[in-house]
């Protein structure tokens, strides 16, 4: 997948559009925040900053947006013809795609809209006020070249009549699907006042072939289940990839040379390396905040332990030693604690420790058995899967243990990751096999934070072990 960064212009009153900003990627992060933090000059002389307090405003929160989502107008961006305009609707696809999954936004049916605008235009509010829009999407495609691309797009307020973002990208064709990713992420934004998902990916485990002979390779996509690749043969099993926070970088579980050990894939190169030197099996590891170290567990004749290896010096520390099954790691936002699961008190249960190992704490109390623990982004939750009798469910709670509510639940469900904006969760979802046992579908689902707007995700295989990726952009 093209991983290309595209250059963004702030999208003035015409004829002052500034040269088009060159940025990297770290420069387009950098960048992206001063755009979206600041006031765009308007088109045609309309404010392009956000009404007043308490006027009508399409701008509202997420709780106000999960019982009434926004209606949104988002037409074809224009183009001169041909490629240009397919491209233009592509785009809009896309976004309103992306838009309506989070179900958050409510897009608009294209044949209830009274006139289609060309863009760069200042819209006929009164138009699309008629058909219900609050929130109004316009733009236009340009070619640049034998493969480069410029799309300009600006984001509208219908009742205030305001402009609320205005920003053009110049990007290779080839990266289009990006854009509209990038764009849906600054509507979120600007409307919700929360950082979107929707420019990330998701890696995960593609399981084909029969039960007794399942083949499980690693597998990358974006988040919304388009360009999909395989990143392995299958030779070797693997199992639980994580995301490195900065890098193009995979940790995972791997079967190779019939020795479970945890590697690091690169997903530029290709290359595969096994971490640390370890006389057991290493599984479960996760990156650190920082991305300087992975925590992982390793097996031993008495169970397993937790240790954290640093990736510049491969140093290993070991952080517990409870002659227990000490497993599925995961670091605090902040990296200052550790949850994990463990059966040190007869059962399995979730626990809280410092980054050293020290202070150890069960926070999970509730009926039944607990695992895969991960924390959310915001550092406000910790997701978790429990297993209570015959029933599978997927859960949230306060990192005190505090406040646990169950998100979904089912014959069987597991491993949960959060989007990068802790808003939205994924796990994976099997249904039984013909004789009632394991064996049948497994299936990628998202759910938001609250229980709501439940979805499963579309992949070419069954699906086990996802992980979200940290915003591209």
């Excluded at 990208?169 to 509209?180: E, G, M």
């Excluded at 579980?253 to 006389?279: E, I, K, W």
Aim: aromatic share 8%; glycine share 10%; charged share 20%.
């Amino acid at each position: 997948m093209n991983r290309q960064d595209p250059t963004m212009t702030p999208i003035r009153s015409r004829p002052l559009d500034p040269p088009v900003i060159r940025l990297g990627r770290r420069g387009l992060m950098a960048g992206s925040a001063a755009l979206l933090g600041t006031p765009l000059l308007a088109a045609r002389g309309f404010a392009a900053d956000a009404p007043a307090a308490g006027a009508p405003s399409a701008v509202i929160d997420v709780d106000r947006a999960r019982a009434e989502p926004i209606p949104i107008a988002i037409p074809a961006l224009t183009g001169a013809g041909g490629d240009s305009d397919r491209l233009g609707r592509d785009i809009a696809g896309v976004i309103t795609n992306n838009l309506a999954r989070c179900g958050l936004f409510r897009p608009i049916d294209p044949a209830a809209y009274l006139n289609q605008p060309a863009a760069p235009d200042v819209p006929n509010f009164a138009n699309w006020k008629a058909v219900g829009a609050q929130a109004l999407v316009t733009g236009k495609v340009d070619s640049e070249g034998a493969d480069k691309v410029r799309v300009e797009f600006r984001l509208w307020d219908i009742l205030p009549q305001t402009q609320i973002q205005g920003t053009a990208y110049t990007t290779t064709l080839s990266n289009w699907r990006r854009i509209a990713h990038i764009i849906s992420d600054v509507i979120y934004e600007r409307l919700l006042g929360e950082k979107g998902y929707f420019d990330t990916r998701i890696v995960y485990i593609a399981n084909s072939g029969p039960r007794g002979r399942r083949i499980k390779r690693l597998a990358i996509m974006d988040q919304d289940g388009e360009n999909n690749r395989f990143l392995t043969d299958g030779a070797s099993l693997a199992l639980t990839p994580r995301f490195h926070p900065t890098k193009d970088e995979i940790a995972f579980m791997s079967y190779a040379n019939n020795r479970p050990r945890v590697y690091l894939f690169d997903l530029g190169t290709g290359h595969q390396q096994v971490l640390g030197d370890f006389r057991g099996i290493t599984l479960s590891p996760r990156f650190s905040p920082d991305g300087n170290s992975v925590v992982m567990a390793e097996t031993d004749d008495a169970g397993s332990s937790i240790y954290v290896v640093e990736l510049g010096s491969r140093h290993s520390r070991r952080l517990t030693d409870s002659g227990a099954i000490d497993v599925s790691p995961c670091f605090s936002p902040d990296g200052t604690q550790i949850v994990f699961n463990s059966d040190r008190d007869g059962d399995q249960q979730l626990y809280v420790m410092g980054s050293d190992g020290s202070g150890v704490k069960r926070i999970s109390f509730g009926q039944g058995r607990y695992a895969t623990p991960v924390w959310s982004p915001r550092g406000d939750l910790v997701a978790f899967t429990r297993i209570s009798g015959n029933t599978f469910a997927i859960g949230v709670m306060h990192p005190d243990g505090t406040g646990e509510r169950i998100l979904s639940e089912s014959w069987y469900v597991e491993g949960p990751t959060f989007a990068p904006n802790g808003r939205v969760l994924m796990f994976w979802r099997e249904t039984p096999g013909s004789s009632g046992g394991r064996g049948g579908s497994a299936r990628l689902v998202s759910i938001d934070v609250t229980g709501f707007n439940e979805r499963e995700l579309t992949t070419p295989t069954d699906a086990s072990d996802p992980a979200w990726s940290p915003l591209l952009s």
